[in-house]
C-alpha cells in the first residue's frame, strides 16, 4: 500500500501534528498491509526478538514477533510493570508534544546475546525510540534495528538510521 493511501486512513482533521493510527488497524486488510509493509522491509533471520513500545508499538509488533516466530519484550510507559525495582530499568524523556513521559524495561525480559527489533508507530524527535534504545541497550541487549509506520527525517532519526537501520512504511522524504 501506497504511503498516501495509509496518511488518508490515519488523517486527523483537529490536529496536524497528530495522527489516528489505530485506524489502520480496525479494518483487516490495512492491518494486514501495514503488517506486510513492514515485513518485507525487514530480514526476519536478523532478530530473535521485538521490543513493542507502549502504545501503539504494541499492535504493530506483537504482528511481527508473530510473524517471524519470535519473542517479544514490552517497552512500558509510567511505572505500569508489576515488577520489583531490581529487575526495572527506566528513563524519562520529553517528547514531540512537549510532555514528559518515563519509559520502563523488566531487565529479565532481554536477552544479552540475541538481536532486538525495536518497534513503535511514528518516530517524530526520536525521544522515544532513542530511550527505549537506551533502555534495552543498558539492560543488555543489542538493538539490530527500528520498525515504524513512518519516521520523520531530523538529525537524530538520520542518525538511528545510520547506527541500527530505520525501516519504515513512510520514507524520510515523503
Same mark, same amino acid.
Given at each position: 500500500m501506497e504511503w498516501s493511501e495509509y496518511r488518508n486512513r490515519i488523517e486527523s482533521p483537529e490536529d496536524e501534528y497528530r495522527t489516528n493510527v489505530p485506524a489502520l488497524f480496525a479494518d483487516p486488510d490495512t492491518f494486514d498491509a501495514f503488517v506486510n509493509d513492514l515485513?518485507?522491509?525487514?530480514?526476519?533471520?536478523?532478530?530473535?526478538?521485538? +521490543? =513493542?513500545?507502549?502504545?501503539? %508499538? #504494541? *499492535?504493530?509488533?506483537?504482528?511481527? +514477533? =508473530?510473524?517471524?516466530?519470535? %519473542? #517479544? *519484550?514490552?517497552?512500558?510507559?509510567d511505572e505500569k510493570l508489576p515488577i520489583r525495582e531490581e529487575h526495572r530499568v527506566a528513563d524519562t524523556l520529553v517528547d514531540y508534544t512537549g510532555k514528559e513521559k518515563m519509559l520502563e524495561v523488566d531487565t529479565r525480559q532481554v536477552p544479552t546475546d540475541d538481536p532486538i527489533l525495536l518497534v513503535d508507530d511514528w518516530m517524530?524527535?526520536?525521544?522515544?525510540?532513542?530511550?527505549?534504545?537506551?533502555?534495552?541497550?543498558?539492560?543488555?541487549?543489542t538493538v539490530g534495528g527500528i520498525a515504524l509506520l513512518a519516521a520523520e527525517e531530523n538529525e537524530t532519526t538520520r542518525r538511528l538510521n545510520d547506527?541500527?537501520?530505520?525501516?519504515?512504511?513512510?520514507?524520510?522524504?515523503e
Open positions: 515485513a518485507t522491509e525487514l530480514d526476519p533471520s536478523a532478530f530473535d526478538y521485538v +521490543a =513493542r513500545i507502549d502504545a501503539m %508499538g #504494541f *499492535i504493530p509488533g506483537t504482528a511481527l +514477533a =508473530r510473524r517471524f516466530g519470535v %519473542g #517479544f *519484550i514490552a517497552v512500558r510507559k517524530e524527535t526520536a525521544s522515544q525510540v532513542g530511550t527505549a534504545i537506551d533502555l534495552l541497550e543498558r539492560a543488555g541487549g547506527e541500527y537501520g530505520v525501516y519504515s512504511v513512510k520514507s524520510f522524504r
